[in-house]
T-cell receptor
Framework: GAVVSQHPSWVICKSGTSVKIECRSL??????MFWYRQFPKQSLMLMAT?????????EQGVEKDKFLINHASLTLSTLTVTSAHPEDSSFYIC????????????FGQGTRLTVV | AQSVTQLGSHVSVSEGALVLLRCNYS??????LFWYVQYPNQGLQLLLK??????LVKGINGFEAEFKKSETSFHLTKPSAHMSDAAEYFC?????????????FGTGTRLTIIP
C-alpha cells in the first residue's frame, strides 16, 4: 500500500503558541487529504477535507481560523493549531488519496498534541 | 445520510478462540464498507473493504467480513485469535469507491486477547 507520513509523531507545546503538523504522501500524488481528530478511547472525527490548490472544507463546528489547513502541493498538507489551549490536546490523524490510488484513503501514523 | 453502529465497545476473547466484531450500517444508497485496525498511538490500517464485488470479503491477518444486506450488517470475524490482534477496530462507510470520499466511522471496538 501507499505510504503517508505524519510529522511530528508527538509534540508538547505551551498554551498560546501555534503548532504545525505535516502530512506527506511519500509515493503518490494526493489530490485529497483529510484531517481527523481523535479523543482518548473515541472514534475519529473528521475536521476538514482539503483538495490540492483549493481552500479546505471544514466540518460543522470546526473553527477554520483556529485549525489552519494548507494543501499547497500534491504531496504535502499541513494543519496548524493556532493559539493552542489545553482543550486542543488530542490525537490528530491525516489521510490521503489520489491518482491511481484513488480507491482508498491511506492514513498517517498520527500526531499526539499535548498543550500545557 | 449514512452511519455505522458498532455493538460492543469492548470485546475479550481467549487466544485461539473465534473473534466476532459487530457492525451494522445505515445508508440511503448501496454502501461501501470498511474495517480498519488501530494499534496504540498509531494511525489506521485497512483490514478489508466491501465494494459490491463479493459479499464475503477476505482481508489481511486472517480477518474476513460478510456483507448481509437483509441484516444491514458487516461483521468482522477471525477463526483463531492471536495476541497480536489486540487493538482497536473501526467499521466505516462511504458512498463511493473513491478515496476522496469522506468516511463515516463507528465508535470503535477494543479487542482484548486473553492468554
Amino acid at each position: 500500500g501507499a505510504v503517508v507520513s505524519q510529522h511530528p509523531s508527538w509534540v508538547i507545546c505551551k498554551s498560546g503558541t501555534s503548532v504545525k503538523i505535516e502530512c506527506r504522501s511519500l509515493d503518490f500524488q494526493a489530490t485529497t487529504m483529510f484531517w481527523y481528530r481523535q479523543f482518548p478511547k473515541q472514534s475519529l472525527m473528521l475536521m476538514a477535507t482539503s483538495n490540492e490548490g483549493s481552500k479546505a472544507t471544514y466540518e460543522q463546528g470546526v473553527e477554520k481560523d483556529k485549525f489552519l489547513i494548507n494543501h499547497a502541493s500534491l504531496t504535502l498538507s499541513t494543519l496548524t493549531v493556532t493559539s493552542a489551549h489545553p482543550e486542543d490536546s488530542s490525537f490528530y490523524i491525516c489521510s490521503a488519496s489520489g491518482g491511481a490510488l484513488n480507491t482508498e484513503a491511506f492514513f498517517g501514523q498520527g500526531t499526539r498534541l499535548t498543550v500545557v | 445520510a449514512q452511519s455505522v453502529t458498532q455493538l460492543g465497545s469492548h470485546v475479550s476473547v481467549s487466544e485461539g478462540a473465534l473473534v466476532l466484531l459487530r457492525c451494522n450500517y445505515s445508508s440511503s444508497v448501496p454502501p461501501y464498507l470498511f474495517w480498519y485496525v488501530q494499534y496504540p498511538n498509531q494511525g489506521l490500517q485497512l483490514l478489508l473493504k466491501y465494494t459490491s464485488a463479493a459479499t464475503l470479503v477476505k482481508g489481511i491477518n486472517g480477518f474476513e467480513a460478510e456483507f448481509k444486506k437483509s441484516e444491514t450488517s458487516f461483521h468482522l470475524t477471525k477463526p483463531s485469535a492471536h495476541m497480536s490482534d489486540a487493538a482497536e477496530y473501526f467499521c466505516a462507510v462511504t458512498q463511493t469507491n473513491f478515496g476522496n470520499e469522506k468516511l463515516t466511522f463507528g465508535t470503535g471496538t477494543r479487542l482484548t486477547i486473553i492468554p
